[in-house]
């Protein structure tokens, strides 16, 4: 499974106030949010939904870490009320870790 399956620009999303909108899959739906850039800063991209079925912030940080790098990603808000909140806590772990691994992949490949 994984969480975001497009990424669309509207904009420059490099800076603050830029927006992003974006579809994925989740729990069998697919999903459509625009999400609008809060802050960047250093390490940390802070981002807020701004529509969509949830609302709520999403804050990404990239640190070193010995040869490589630890990457965080806090997610806050209102879930969608399609299916009980455990169940969208563990969908979205497995989500967020698809798309960990993911970019881990992209990152390293040569």
Do not use: C
Not at 66 to 85: K, Y
């Amino acid at each position: 499974m994984s969480a975001v399956t497009s990424v669309q620009p509207l904009g420059d999303p490099t800076t603050a106030g830029a927006h992003v909108r974006r579809t994925g899959r989740f729990l069998g739906r697919t999903l459509r949010w625009t999400t609008e850039v809060a802050a960047i800063s250093g390490n940390r991209l802070d981002l807020t939904i701004v529509d969509g079925p949830m609302r709520g912030t999403v804050a990404y940080e990239i640190d070193a870490d010995g040869t490589g790098s630890r990457v965080t990603i806090r997610n806050v808000g209102q879930a969608p009320g399609f299916a009980p909140r455990w169940l969208l806590r563990l969908a979205m772990r497995r989500a967020l870790a698809a798309d960990l691994r993911r970019l881990k992949r992209l990152v390293e490949q040569p």
